[in-house]
């Protein structure tokens, strides 16, 4: 076992920074670095996809990853301060709502290039499934939300950050 490295549980282990980090005595990296950082340690061992795969793919495809990119970035700014499980709980659906996440699009539009517009309006047009709860126009622009994170994800993740950095979430 590495010197730097201290037990957590029987099998799990953490680095001496980390342990720092756990017991308060270390100050966490800016948000945008461990957004970042995070995402490149989950995603290190997943295959490459070229621009030609990633342009084959449904728009619907991408927003199930923009989905999960978008509820883990919302998961990971509410994260400090420490607050109880339910807070956090609470904070977050609030942020993942159909009519927040179309809120936000519309907030984002003014910034976007004319390629991110086209796979807005792909997202746009692929949600056309019925919904009970919200208009389908509110569904339609929280997909379409999705769909441009999942594209940015996987073709421009410091343009993803960028524009992730203008949504208003408040702490």
């Known amino acids: 076992m590495p010197a730097n490295y201290s037990p957590l549980r029987n099998d799990e282990f953490v680095t001496s920074q980390g342990q720092e980090l756990l017991d ?11 957004w970042h950082q995070a995402l490149l340690a989950t995603t290190g061992t997943l295959p490459l996809l070229s621009q030609s795969q990633i342009q084959q793919m449904s728009p619907l495809a991408l927003a199930y ?33 159909a009519e927040t996440q179309a809120l936000h699009l ?4 003014p910034h976007l ?14 949600a056309s499934g019925r919904t009970k709860r ?6 339609q622009q929280a997909t379409s939300l999705e769909t441009l994170i999942g594209y940015l994800y996987l073709t421009d993740f410091p343009r993803l950050t960028e524009l992730l950095q203008k949504l208003h979430l408040e702490k």
Do not use: W
């Open 24 to 34: 308060g005595k270390n100050e966490p990296p800016p948000p945008s670095s461990s």
């Open 65 to 97: 990853i923009g989905d999960a990119i978008y509820e883990l970035y919302v998961r990971m700014f509410y994260l400090l301060p420490v607050q109880q499980t339910k807070t956090y709980h609470c904070l977050v659906v609030a942020q993942v709502r």
């Open 106 to 109: 519309r907030s984002l539009t």
């Open 113 to 126: 290039s004319p390629a991110e517009l086209e796979i807005v309006r792909r997202g746009r047009n692929a």
């Open 134 to 139: 919200v208009e389908p126009q509110i569904y």
